[in-house]
């Protein structure tokens, strides 16, 4: 894929992952590769905290190669860790990074730039997560790119209804990969077969429910990771369902079955206990990277679907004082790692089954991103919910069928985190 990007005749290439398979391993040596052979490089990312992350890796790899953080105007633009690395200069101004060898930024701060001479080769990271305007608002930058992303992840996120677009070539909410090969599907694509994020007990639930056609294993085997603890359990339904996740990489805490407000205040009560309870036993991860590593705060995350659900939850652990862990929805929490994930399932304690719940792509995101352990809080009666909800979205001409569809793999993860739930007893 390398050797295309370099030396190949056509203008893109197109790179598919699963979750952990390298994608920020593959950009920052892609960067490093062309930046070594002389070539100018703009990087575009789909967050900021996407950029900081790829700006970080690349300054770490190759302290010496002169890298450019592009930024807003807004106050705290970027993160304070690239202040750390003497190679890295950040600016406003695209003018005052000219001698830098690689600019990375997002795809919005990107689209005001104007009036300089197109880069060579560009890298846009996170792109199917890229709307196909975003693309064509940047796409006047650069000559060649080398498009790389997660096809089983979240779609891109528009604020307005597309559905007059739905199945033209030119729909402006599609992804920008799908776009690029609707227009040019002589493109070279190739696949990356191996997740070296996810565990050997996670790749296989995750690959079977998500990705079907195009499956993936674990780069690492059972039992070369390992999640323990320090302190004994108290025999709690809390601290059952940590020692039901660090022996199977999988724990359910399973709520009593209830309709709830979406801030359920039982359920945002029991994600925050769990954590604090991480933190309490004192975690201790060992893998092919460190043997005995302590479980701190900043490797642990807490995904939702909804703002208002991490909101509460951050209020819960402060009050918890707990400090450091990654609360966010999953949108926000798309291509970042962590050891131990604690998710508030999408449809715990919901009435319905609607079609942003059911998006696939938000439980992959949600079950995807640890390297040891994910516990699930969810409510009883999901998949009653599911089978009382099918899927009764409109099919639309010249629109590919996601498969498998939310309901089916929502049904998969179900069956398979029911191997390891725990009741919780009020």
């Known amino acids: 894929m390398l050797h295309d990007t370099l030396h190949g005749p056509h203008r893109g290439v197109v790179v598919d992952s699963p979750p952990g398979a390298g994608k920020s391993t593959l950009v920052v040596r892609a960067a490093r590769e062309l930046a070594a052979a002389g070539h100018r490089l703009m990087v575009v990312a789909q967050t900021n905290a996407q950029v900081d992350d790829l700006v970080d890796r690349l300054a770490t790899a190759d302290p010496e190669l002169p890298v450019g953080r592009l930024h807003s105007s807004d106050p705290s633009p970027y993160d304070p860790v690239l202040d750390g ?14 001698e830098s060898a690689v600019v990375l930024s997002t795809a919005a701060k990107w689209a005001h730039v104007r009036n300089t001479e197109p880069w060579p080769h560009a890298i846009v990271d996170e792109a199917y997560q890229m709307r196909s305007d975003a693309l064509l608002a940047v796409a006047g930058l650069f000559e060649r790119a080398l498009f790389v992303g997660d096809p089983g992840q979240l779609d891109p996120f528009a604020v307005v209804g597309a559905e007059q677009w739905a199945g033209l070539s030119y729909d402006p909410s599609a992804s920008a990969v799908s776009t690029l090969l609707a227009h040019h599907p002589d493109l070279p694509q190739h696949r990356l077969p191996v997740s070296w994020r996810l565990p050997a007990s996670a790749a296989p639930l995750v690959s079977e429910a998500f990705y079907p056609y195009t499956p993936f294993r674990s780069g690492t085997g059972p039992g070369d990771r390992r999640l323990s603890f320090t302190a004994p359990a108290d025999g709690s339904p809390v601290d059952r369902v940590l020692d039901e996740a660090a022996a199977a990489g999988w724990g359910l805490l399973e709520l009593p079955a209830r309709h709830t407000p979406r801030t359920d205040p ?44 991490a909101a509460a939850v951050r209020e819960a652990l402060a009050a918890l004082g707990v400090e450091g862990v990654a609360v966010d929805t999953a ?88 191997r390891h739930r725990v009741t919780w007893e009020v």
């Open 85 to 98: 690395h003497p190679s890295v200069r950040k600016s406003a101004k695209i003018a005052e990074l000219a």
């Open 266 to 309: 039982e359920a945002v009560a029991a994600l925050a206990l769990v954590v604090r309870r991480l933190l309490d036993r004192g975690g201790v991860t060992a893998d092919e990277r460190q043997e005995g590593a302590p479980l701190t705060a900043r490797r642990i995350a807490v995904g939702t679907a909804h703002r208002d659900q």
């Open 331 to 418: 949108n926000r929490l798309q291509g970042r790692e962590f050891d131990v994930t604690v998710v508030l399932h999408p449809l715990s304690g919901r009435p319905d089954a609607t079609a942003f719940h059911l998006e696939t792509g938000r439980l992959c995101v949600l079950a995807s991103r640890h390297r040891h352990a994910c516990v699930v809080v969810c409510r009883a009666g999901v998949t009653e919910l599911l089978d009382g909800h099918p899927s009764t979205e409109p099919v639309q001409l010249g629109v590919t069928v996601k498969f498998p569809d939310g309901w089916e793999a929502n049904h998969a993860v179900l069956t398979h985190l029911g």
